[in-house]
């Protein structure tokens, strides 16, 4: 029998449908997150440390990311029955960094079969054969991908930086801006660069409210409320 191929999902495309078993119910992805941002990210096993320092965070921070109209939603290849009973050791017996009884309410996705994973492209067989990677996809509004992360087994997350795309993808849709390095909200921004020899002249001579560093690199305010105005839901 021909061994089935996969196709790794890229930026701008549409996320890879598929329907799963959770340990919050049935899910259809990403059909039933339409209309809300979706970070769908994978870990390599259940009752293992890293994983577990990682859950307890995206669990504790889920509001937050809640707030910003994003949805999460995990997955292992490991069975239901282990999702559950890990889940259950997390909130009634693990304390970390202050964070205690703490319960992971967003659903968890069985994928013993691996079709998810590697339809994903979360199996890295340099790294392993079996487990899958620590991938995260941001996934918009529209069901399309627009962030692709992937750490090694070896290395959690950046949660700070995991919600620091999540806004910074937001603003740049709702404020026709590109974000320069480092970027945090209050941060200046940046704009289009000029499409003319009239633009690029009218902004170094200093006619537009930015700054320009040279006619291809100009830079203007664009304040922390506003943004956060903007995207947070409270």
Same mark, same amino acid.
């Given at each position: 029998m021909e061994e089935k191929t996969y196709a790794?999902?890229?930026?701008?495309? =549409?996320?890879?449908?598929?329907?799963?078993?959770?340990?919050?119910?049935?899910?259809?992805?990403?059909?039933?997150?339409?209309?809300?941002?979706?970070?769908?990210?994978s870990h390599p096993a259940d009752f293992t440390p890293v994983c577990t320092s990682e859950f307890m965070t995206f669990a504790? &921070?889920?509001? =937050?990311f809640n707030e910003a109209n994003c949805k999460l939603v995990g997955l292992s290849v490991d069975g239901l029955y282990s999702h559950i009973a890990w889940l259950r050791t997390i909130k009634e017996k693990i304390e970390y960094k202050g964070m205690k009884n703490v319960e992971v309410t967003f659903p968890l996705?069985?994928?013993?079969? &691996?079709?998810?994973?590697?339809?994903?492209? &979360?199996?890295q067989p340099g790294e392993s054969s079996t487990k899958a990677v620590r991938a995260v996809f941001f996934i918009d509004p529209k069901g399309i991908i627009r962030t692709i992360i992937y750490y090694p087994l070896s290395l959690g997350r950046n949660f700070d930086e995991l919600y620091r795309v999540l806004i910074g993808?937001?603003?740049a849709d709702a404020f026709g801006v590109a974000l320069p390095a480092d970027w945090r909200p209050g941060d200046d921004v940046i704009v289009p660069t000029a499409g003319s020899c009239g633009v690029a002249k009218s902004r170094m001579e200093g006619k537009e409210d930015m700054k320009c560093y040279?006619?291809?690199?100009?830079?203007?305010?664009l304040d922390k409320e506003k943004v956060l105005g903007t995207i947070l839901k409270k």
């Open positions: 790794m999902p890229r930026i701008g495309d =549409k996320a890879p449908e598929f329907k799963a078993v959770t340990t919050q119910g049935d899910i259809n992805f990403p059909g039933d997150y339409k209309g809300s941002w979706v970070i769908l990210f504790s &921070m889920e509001k =937050k996705i069985e994928d013993i079969t &691996m079709e998810v994973a590697k339809t994903y492209g &979360m199996l993808l937001q603003t040279d006619w291809f690199f100009c830079t203007k305010k």
